[in-house]
């Protein structure tokens, strides 16, 4: 979903669930992605990335999905966690070295 | 692992004061940036940096802000005359190629009143 002021869109699961989150990027030149997880009063934390000539890449219980015609990139967590409860948000950069632009964040919330 | 340190973690400051915010990269790293973060809002991009001098400023980095690369270890940011809008999470990042992921420090809360 998209967020509106300061409003964050929130994705409510059971543990166990599988979780998608969405991200619609701006830039069509942008060729890497990024996923960060930030927890309350933290920094983003990596999660996982994926760069413009792959359309899917899969790590640990997540798998990020790119889809350039619509410029959206997607996040799935498999088997969702409590310790996944965070904001989610998805980057995108020109080139490795570039500035990341971030997207307006998902709020997961993962009841037992 | 290695990480990206920054202090203090709160920072609570009148208006017009001046603030240095500090962060302590990845060793090895090359590349730092600066973003900030207001109140459940998206994190925004301040400024780059590479081989002593600024690379890419976003328009929230005016004349107001100064970074710095002091010595081997240390980042700052500088606000010379801080305004209430300034009150926000302040992140520090690092990058040490073009083929690796930033990473983020804890941040400061710098609130101005």
């Known amino acids: 979903g998209e967020s509106v002021g300061l409003h964050l869109p929130t994705l409510s699961v059971q543990e166990g669930d599988n979780s998608i989150i969405n991200c619609a990027y701006s830039n069509s030149a942008s060729d890497y992605f990024i996923w960060y997880k930030q927890e309350s009063g933290k920094g983003p934390q990596f999660i996982i990335d994926?760069?413009?000539?792959?359309d899917k890449r899969q790590g640990q219980r997540v798998t990020v999905l790119l889809n350039k015609t619509v410029k959206h990139l997607s996040l799935q967590i498999a088997a969702t966690q409590p310790g996944d409860s965070a904001v989610y948000f998805c980057?995108?950069?020109?080139?490795?070295?570039?500035?990341?632009?971030f997207g307006k964040g998902t709020m997961l919330l993962v009841s037992p | 692992e290695p990480e990206v340190t920054q202090t203090p973690s709160h920072q609570v400051t009148q208006m017009g004061q001046e603030v240095i915010l500090r962060c302590v990269p990845i060793?090895?790293?090359?590349?730092f940036y600066w973003y900030r973060q207001i109140l459940g809002q998206k994190v925004e991009f301040l400024v780059s940096f590479y081989n002593n001098e600024i690379s890419e400023k976003s328009e929230i980095f005016d004349d107001q802000f100064s970074v710095e690369r002091p010595d081997g270890s240390n980042f700052t940011l500088k606000i010379r005359s801080t305004k209430l809008e300034d009150s926000a999470m302040y992140f520090c990042?690092?990058?040490?190629?073009?083929?690796?992921?930033?990473?983020f420090g804890p941040g400061t809360r710098l609130t101005v009143t």
């Open positions: 990042a690092s990058l040490g190629t073009a083929r690796d992921e930033q990473y």
């Open positions: 994926i760069r413009s000539n792959m």
């Open positions: 980057a995108e950069t020109l080139s490795g070295y570039s500035t990341l632009t």
């Open positions: 060793s090895n790293h090359l590349y």
